[in-house]
């Protein structure tokens, strides 16, 4: 005799899915900085109770996609100057270091994903759409990073991409940008003959030029 399967709890099911995508969302820059949210209108938009939507919120504050103040206000983050920079340190810190684990991996069917994402990032800039920018800037780093084979340390790295997600595009609009930046192509070209002090400068400049255009 068989014994039937539990159900999954449909309230986590709709938590699961509500946190993952308002994630999603915040660090592609779906979200301007500094903007509202409210337990009900999550709930309303994604067909979920408020709890869901609370218990969302609370994973997405502690990992510093969202804020929350003492009186409950819900927003996403706006930022320093004096953070930016924190954050782009950062990056600075860390990303040449996956990128650099991921070195010795780097075979030729990663060079060929990581041109394939590049292309789609560089027509992202020319039809001006920011949230598809970086949404495939955001894709090829990760792909670079996960072959360093070091969860925690890309853990990290994500918690400051969703804090620097709305600021992102915030730059993106300010920019303006009509062709992509050269860096990508510059790890890349380091990737293919295996120079690791040339990839940890590309990627050092990539992730910490960008930024210093909101501070200046």
């Known amino acids: 005799m068989s014994i039937p399967k539990r159900q999954s709890d449909p309230a986590a099911l709709a938590h699961d899915r509500l946190y993952r995508t308002l994630r999603t969302q915040v660090m592609h820059g779906e979200l301007a900085p500094g903007q509202a949210l409210t337990l009900r209108g999550l709930g309303k938009t994604f067909g979920t109770s408020m709890t869901p939507a609370r218990e969302a919120?609370?994973?997405?504050?502690?990992?510093?996609?969202?804020?929350?103040?003492?009186?409950?206000?819900?927003?996403?983050?706006?930022?320093?100057?004096?953070?930016?920079?924190?954050?782009?340190?950062?990056?600075?810190?860390l990303e040449p270091e996956l990128g650099s684990r991921a070195l010795p991996r780097a075979h030729f069917a990663l060079i060929d994903r990581l041109q394939a994402i590049n292309a789609l990032n560089a027509e992202a800039v020319v039809k001006q759409d920011a949230v598809g920018y970086i949404r495939t800037n955001l894709e090829f780093h990760r792909t670079l990073y996960l072959r360093a084979q070091?969860?925690?340390?890309?853990?990290?790295?994500?918690?400051?991409?969703?804090?620097?997600?709305?600021?992102?595009?915030?730059?993106?609009?300010?920019?303006?940008?009509n062709e992509a930046p050269p860096h990508h192509r510059m790890i890349i070209a380091a990737l293919k003959v295996g120079d690791e002090p040339a990839l940890r400068l590309a990627l050092r400049t990539d992730v910490t030029q960008g930024l210093r255009h909101l501070t200046s």
Not at 59 to 83: D, K, Q, Y
Not at 150 to 177: D, I, K, S
């Open 150 to 177: 070091a969860p925690a340390m890309l853990a990290m790295v994500e918690t400051v991409w969703l804090q620097l997600g709305p600021t992102m595009r915030a730059l993106y609009g300010r920019l303006r940008r």
């Open 57 to 93: 919120v609370r994973r997405l504050v502690a990992e510093g996609a969202l804020t929350m103040t003492s009186s409950g206000r819900i927003a996403t983050p706006e930022l320093s100057n004096e953070r930016i920079e924190e954050l782009a340190a950062i990056r600075a810190l």
